[in-house]
Structure formats: structure tokens, C-alpha cells
């Protein structure tokens, strides 16, 4: 009798699965690789035959938030007027964290995502255009507190069990009025 066989790819997506899952409880830095080969039911080795180390696994499970805000930055960036951009940079990231619910709180909390950002160049120029956007050639201090509540804000606010319940449409149109009475007044 032939034995099934999972189809590739399904191994590590099981991973990064239990992964996300256990950082969003935990933290990363609150996650081991074998807390991961638990969840799965495996022996931590199954864990490393998929990823070398724990912060490969960090990598691949945030790399879909920063490869949304780097195409956001982007779009954002070819539109005309510095209001425009933040209006359309402020929606996509509102968009992105619905969208990612379970991971973008961790963006700006977790230190151990915020050394990830930094050390990935491309995860770090994304974060850094995205603040140029927002903050305008020359903030003063209140646009910078602003953008300092605005972003960890609406990461945090998506992620939120209490709004869990909430329709993805109607979270994003309520962040939007939010962050816009943020940089209104």
C-alpha cells in the first residue's frame, strides 16, 4: 500500500501555522522551537529540516506583513500631493493590518520583530519610507507623536481580541475615522 504523502510546501506552511500562532501568544522571544514541534505533534528536528533557526521562521512569518507595507509605501509614494500619500498610507496599512490580524500587533511590540525590521534591509527601508510618508520632511513633535500612536495604534487595535468580532469592512472604515481625527487634530 502506498503511503501519502503531503504535497510540498505543506510541511512548512504547518510551521509557520503553529508559528504564528504560538507568537501571537507567546511573543517570539516567548516561542521555542520545540514549544512549535509540540503544536505540530513532531520532534523538534522536523521543525529544523524545514528552517535553520528560529529567526528564519520569524522571517517567513512576518515577511508577508513587510512585503504589503513595502508595496503600500510604494503606491503611496507615486500618488502627487504629501496628503494624498498619507491618505492612501494610512488606508493600506489600516488594510493590511485587517488582513493580518494575527501578526501585526508583534510588529511594533515584540523586540524581537523590531531586531528582525532592522536587521532585514529590506523590512527596515519599508518601515523607514513608510514614516517619511507619514511624518512630511520637517515634523514638528506633535506629528511625530502622532505617528508614534497612530501606527502601533492601528496594529495593535486590528489584532485586538475585543474586535475580533467586528466585520473586517467596518474595523477598516472605523480606523479610518480614527486616524483621521488623530491627524486632524
Known sequence: MA????PRGFARERVLEAAQGLFAEHGVSG???QMIADRLGVNKSAVYYQFHCKDDIVVAVFRPVFEDIARVVTIAEAIGSRE???E???SGIIELAVRHRRTTALVHTD???VGVVEAIGEFRDASRRLQSILAGPQPDP???????VLVPGILGAAADPVVSDIPNEELHRMLLDCSRRLFAA
Open 142 to 148: 506633535a506629528t511625530l507623536i502622532a505617528i508614534a
Open 111 to 113: 523586540p524581537a520583530v
Open 3 to 6: 503511503k501519502t504523502v503531503a
Open 88 to 90: 492612501a498610507t494610512i
Open 84 to 86: 494624498v500619500q498619507r
Open 31 to 33: 516561542t521555542s522551537l
